[in-house]
């Protein structure tokens, strides 16, 4: 009912154009015109022109790593909805944790950001996660409930049905460290509750969840693997094509056994 959705954060890399151009080109040749799952790579907003133009006539989507909710005006250093989709893209991620940590980013900032990304008409991968004070001190689910009623505060079943989520623990991020599938599907399965409670049966059904945090060819199965767990948002695996492939496949396998 849900395909899957593999989506590269390419963060503040790779260095050049000419780099990111190579890496498009690479996933692009890769995935060929294979659509049994939805593939997304996020490169840096000044290569974003660029590497939509790699991708024509190809099946991945194209996502911003961040966005401002005003359309236009005196925001020195903002980037708007309606810009990124002037640029190709289709997706934009919102309130990463190296953001909501690293620059001081509220859940209600992310909110903002996420009515200004389904008003200009991109999906928008939504970030949630604790740390690990939070998970040692038990808080995980106090945390996910501030970050997923903060975040998606006010929307319509049939808006929220439209987001992606992405369960990304912080302790797990560019750390090699990875949630085990028990614990992430245990999350996942907190927020497929918290979506059915609010939004209802129908929409909860619908919402793809990513997992994110330290996700990896040899790890990817395992975690795709469970019940609802739709996806993964890649870091540092998706800065080399054959690895970022290997997870694509690996979600195209899971497909196949009939997860889908
Ligand atoms: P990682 O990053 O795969 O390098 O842990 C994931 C993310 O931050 O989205």
């Known amino acids: 009912m849900r395909t899957l959705l593999i989506a590269g954060n390419w963060k503040l890399n ?3 154009a000419e780099a990111a151009v190579a890496l498009a080109e690479g996933v692009k040749t890769g995935l060929g015109t294979a659509t049994d799952v ?3 790579v996020a490169p840096p907003f000044v290569f974003l022109s660029q590497v939509d133009g790699v991708l024509e006539g190809s099946p991945i989507g194209l996502s911003a790593q961040d966005m401002y909710w005003e359309n236009s005006g005196a925001f020195t250093g903002e980037v708007s909805g309606s ?4 640029v190709g893209c289709t997706h934009v991620i919102l309130g990463h944790s190296e953001r909501r940590h690293g620059m001081g980013e509220t859940s209600d900032i992310v909110n903002r950001k996420v009515k200004a990304a389904l008003e200009a008409k991109l999906i928008p991968i939504v970030c949630i996660g604790e740390t690990k004070e939070e998970r040692l001190g ?4 106090a945390v996910l409930l501030e ?8 929307l319509a079943p049939e808006q929220m049905a439209g987001i992606v989520l992405a369960y990304e623990p912080v302790w797990a991020i560019g750390t090699g460290l990875t949630a085990t599938p028990e614990q992430a599907q245990a999350a996942h399965a907190f927020i ?7 939004f209802g049966e129908a929409t909860a059904a619908r919402v793809v969840v990513q997992y994110g945090g330290s996700v ?7 975690l795709l693997g469970c019940p609802d767990i739709d996806g993964a948002l890649v870091g ?10 290997a997870i694509i496949k690996a979600g195209q396998e899971v497909t196949a056994g009939g997860k889908a």
Do not use: C, I, Y
């Open 147 to 154: 970050q997923l009623s903060g975040s998606l505060a006010g």
């Open 14 to 16: 790779p260095t050049t």
């Open 192 to 198: 497929r509750d918290w979506l059915t409670k609010v």
């Open 83 to 86: 810009m990124l989709v002037d």
């Open 216 to 222: 990896k060819a040899d790890n990817a199965l395992q």
């Open 236 to 245: 540092g695996a998706s800065l080399k094509a054959s690895d970022f492939l």
């Open 138 to 141: 038990e808080r995980t689910e």
């Open 38 to 40: 939805h593939v997304a």
